[in-house]
Every structure is written in structure tokens, then in C-alpha cells.
């Protein structure tokens, strides 16, 4: 968490239009059947299998730009209008960084006809207690929490920050459920054994039954700058697809 907040200084300024947040990209993606996507620069972790560039995670004070709330919602409302797309996310980084800004955005966008899909690693929403309650107030939004990795151990692995800061990712989703927010778990399971998985959906069933039935299990795409991260920290996967053989379920 305190690189998520050193991250946060970095990405985030005041204006008089509000607190301004940096992304470097607006597009339209082909996940969720079709999805508007805005990415945020910055994030706390490192995940050794991240797919934003190098250049957009570690670079954080001079990758993007800033934007408003409001110019974000109008960039997303414009590829939604081009595209006849209904969906919305937030994607990264670590969209929570900001949260003025994230709040306003999602007050922007609501009651438009939009469903939206925030992805995070859930962190930010353990620390803050106020988080949750928060995203409660805006129905059309659903949270999707990225574990990485299936327990303490492979959490380290896979991010190289402290193991105890897996923790922190399931306290995100007890939170979500407490306050009634629509959510459910993914986790990175291309580097996990079976058992591993088991386990998790174990501990995550002890939150909510919910969470372990709707569980998603994410795996590795192999894009050339992927490869070479996992190469450079010697880690050995067991599955992973190719960018353009992603299969679509
Ligand atoms: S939490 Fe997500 S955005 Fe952050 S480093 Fe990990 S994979 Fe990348």
C-alpha cells in the first residue's frame, strides 16, 4: 500500500475542475464481448507477468496525461457512441488510485444506460474503509478483483512485494460483499497448481460462497513483452495463449 500511495502522488493532481488523473489510453477492446476501456497509468505492484508496458507501469511521472473526470467520461461516451457499445472499464494500472476523481467519474457516467466493469487489485479498497461503502452508492458498477496468485507464496512470487500483502486482496472482496457491491474474484492461475486453486476457492468460499462459485481463472497472454518479463524473473507457467489465439470464453 505505500506504493500504491507514492504511485498516487505521481499520478494524480489538483486542479480547479477537480482532482485530474493520468491514462494513456481510451480504445475500444475486444474483452466482455466488446468494452469501452480507459487504462490509468500507475499501479503499487509490479506483477511480473503485467501486460501494460514497461514504460506506463514503472515510468509513471511521464507516461500519459492528465485528464478530468469530465474529459474522461466524454472520451469514453464518444467510443461508446462510435461503437454502439454499452459496457465500460476502467483498467490499468490501478484505476483506484485517485479516488475523487474515480468517484466523480462514476457519478458521470451513471444512469446513462452503461454498465460498468472496474478492474482492480483490490488493495486500495482493504486500506480505505470507505471505499466500499463509496462504490455501494453506484449500482451500475461491478468490481472486479484481480488475485494475483492463489496464496501468500505466489502472490510474492508473481508481484515481489511482501506476502502478507495477498491478504489485503481478499480483505478488498469481504469488503465489497459487507457492503453489498457487485463483485467477484479472477485470479492469475497460469504459475498455480490444482491444489493451490482448491484452496483458494476454499478460503474464498469462507467469505462468501458467491466469490468461489463465480471465481474466474485468468491466464497468461503471451505477448512478446510478457515473455520476456517472466523469462527475466525465471518463472515457469503452466498455460498461456497466444494474443491472437485467446479463446473466446
Ligand atoms: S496489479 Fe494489474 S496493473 Fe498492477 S502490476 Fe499487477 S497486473 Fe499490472
Not at 462459485?213 to 503452466?238: D, F, M, S, T
Request: aromatic share 8%.
Amino acid at each position: 500500500m505505500e506504493r500504491h500511495l507514492a504511485v498516487e502522488k505521481l499520478v494524480t493532481r489538483v486542479s480547479d475542475e477537480g482532482l485530474e488523473r493520468k491514462y494513456y489510453r481510451f480504445r475500444r477492446a475486444r474483452w466482455y464481448g466488446g468494452i469501452v476501456t480507459a487504462d490509468c497509468v500507475g499501479c503499487g505492484l509490479l506483477c511480473r507477468f503485467c501486460w501494460v508496458s514497461d514504460y506506463a507501469l514503472c515510468r509513471p511521472a511521464t507516461a500519459g496525461a492528465f485528464y478530468t473526470a469530465e474529459s474522461v467520461a466524454e472520451e469514453m461516451r464518444q467510443i461508446a457512441r462510435e461503437s454502439g457499445l454499452r459496457q465500460l472499464r476502467l483498467s490499468g494500472g490501478e484505476p483506484t488510485l485517485g479516488k475523487e476523481h474515480l468517484l466523480r467519474l462514476l457519478e458521470l457516467l451513471e444512469d446513462k444506460g452503461y454498465s460498468f466493469i472496474l478492474e482492480t487489485n483490490g488493495i486500495p479498497l482493504a486500506y480505505d474503509e470507505d471505499y466500499a461503502p463509496q462504490l455501494s452508492k453506484r449500482s451500475f458498477v461491478h468490481v472486479r478483483v484481480s488475485l494475483k496468485g492463489c496464496s501468500e507464496n505466489e502472490f510474492a512470487m508473481l508481484t515481489g512485494a511482501k506476502p502478507e500483502g495477498f491478504i489485503l486482496q481478499l480483505k478488498a472482496l469481504e469488503k465489497l460483499v459487507e457492503n453489498g457491491v457487485s463483485c467477484h474474484p479472477s485470479v492469475m492461475a497460469s504459475f498455480s497448481t490444482w491444489d493451490n486453486l482448491q484452496a483458494l476457492a476454499e478460503r474464498l468460499a469462507e467469505i462468501s460462497p458467491e466469490l468461489a462459485e463465480n471465481l474466474e481463472v485468468e491466464e497468461l497472454i503471451l505477448y512478446p513483452h510478457v515473455k520476456e518479463k517472466i523469462a527475466k524473473h525465471g518463472l515457469r507457467y503452466h498455460t498461456g495463449y497466444h494474443p491472437d489465439k485467446v479463446p473466446t470464453e
